[in-house]
């Protein structure tokens, strides 16, 4: 469920376009706390920054660290796991739209829809999938139904993931 809506058809590459996103901002705002916890490295330490870090609310209900050090710690956690979160769901996710295949089919080794990557993100982000990848206010009609899909060639077998994973 992506924010009260199951993903499907229709919604998958806003799905997609927002773990992308996500992961930009979040990589961003790490970044720019970057400056801040190595000022705290300069004036705590390492054993205490790298707990400032770790432990936030402990560090502040202890009385070791101010509001301000506690905030800063706080955004940095947040934005680091936030972005390892959204990166590893947009790698899984675009994995999974490249090889045209959903979670079921992987865990399956079903790769019967995969018609190259190219044709699987058009699948995914419609007919302008370049453009629909910069913003989700882009036209960009899906080339199916959403009920049926073409299947690939039975010429084109490509070898699938091991059952046993």
């Known amino acids: 469920m992506l924010l009260g809506q199951c993903l499907g058809y229709q919604n998958y ?11 930009v901002v979040l990589l961003y705002g790490s970044l ?12 705590s330490g390492l054993a205490h920054t790298i ?4 432990l936030p609310w402990l560090m502040l209900l202890i009385g070791q660290v101010n ?5 800063h710690a706080f955004v940095t956690d947040v934005c680091i796991v936030g972005f390892l979160f959204c990166t590893s769901f947009l790698l899984f996710h675009g994995l999974l739209a490249l090889r045209g295949q959903t979670t079921k089919e992987w865990f399956e080794g079903n790769r019967q829809y995969d018609l190259g990557w190219r044709n699987n993100l058009r699948q995914v982000m419609g007919d302008r ?10 036209a960009s009609p899906l080339p199916g139904d959403g009920i049926t899909f073409q299947t690939r060639s039975p010429k084109m077998e490509l070898p699938s993931r091991p059952r046993n994973f």
């Open 13 to 23: 590459r806003y799905f997609i376009c927002l773990l992308l996103y996500g992961s």
């Open 51 to 54: 707990l400032l870090l770790v």
């Open 32 to 43: 720019l706390n970057a400056n801040v916890v190595l000022t705290l490295l300069e004036e």
């Open 129 to 138: 999938w370049i453009l629909a990848f910069l913003t989700p206010f882009i």
């Open 67 to 71: 509001i301000a050090a506690f905030v």
